[in-house]
């Protein structure tokens, strides 16, 4: 298989959203010719006047290309971008290269890779770990799973949007490491708002409690921005609550799947549903604020205040 370098292949990006439109444009730095799709097309033209093509639809794009990334919301996003009859998979060429970056079920994964598989397609699921400055600055963490040959193959591409890359395994194990990063993610939230909120109820000032506890080891990277966000009430959307749901869904259906209790994520969620039932879109680190409100301390729902 050749190597994946800009001036052997041309490259489809479909899905440019918060993560996927950084990505992007990182390729674009990197010097490969990138052609782009989203059902939005203000965030297809934006890409474009960044020097990306735009193609008109799917199966136009899935047509010209020989490497192809997207970044989706969900799993029937996913299959209706690749499976419909207008389809990634109606258009693509024998020997076009699927790298699906959507946080999704495994077993979502290994259906995409059999299906690519009878059209001579090969699909690897490679999932994100990361915030959107580390997908800006190309520090992100992406979590493979599929063939040992196109995981280095793809390197030069992991190399343009990634700080790091791991092969997990077969068709399936990168996303199935994503669900095991966001369960961390999410449960971890929760017990950093359930351990504020103890503190404010014990006396301790607001700001000083997340201001100390961001500078102790036992807060991970990912949760370090958030303390800071919520000490002014900032609670836009980096990594939507929505989406954090979604992917507790994910995770909490695997787990019965696979006949294992899993009660702190079973907590977890269920904060985050209550939160989210609030209607607004957010960061999944208002579960801080939906906790204060719990324990009857006044949260402030108005806009940020100043620093």
Sequence with gaps: MKTLTADQVKVGFIGLGNMGSRMAQRLLNHGYHLEVYDRDPAKAEAMAAKGGAVANNIFELARNIDVLLSCLTNDEAVRSVYTGAEGVFAGARAGTVVLEMSTISPESSRELHKLGATRGIEVMDVAISG????????ALTLLAGGNRELFRAAK??????????FLLGGPGSGTAMKLVVNTLLGVGMQAIAEAVVLGEK???????????????????RAHVGKLSRIAINDYTP????????????????????????????????????????????????????????????AADRSAPVAS
């Design 238 to 297: 980096q990594f939507p609550l929505r989406l954090m749901n979604k992917d507790f869904k994910l995770i909490l259906k695997a787990a019965a799947e696979a006949r294992m209790p899993m009660p702190a994520t079973e907590a977890a969620f269920h904060v985050n549903s209550e939160e989210l039932a609030g209607g607004e879109e957010e960061d999944f680190s208002a579960v801080l604020r939906r906790m204060e409100e719990v324990a009857g301390i």
């Design 156 to 165: 030069p591409i992991f190399e343009s949007v990634a700080k790091q890359y």
């Design 131 to 138: 915030s959107t400055t580390a997908a800006e600055n190309g």
């Design 202 to 220: 014990a006396g301790l000032d607001r700001k000083n409690l997340l201001d100390v506890l961001s500078q102790t080891a036992v807060i991970a």
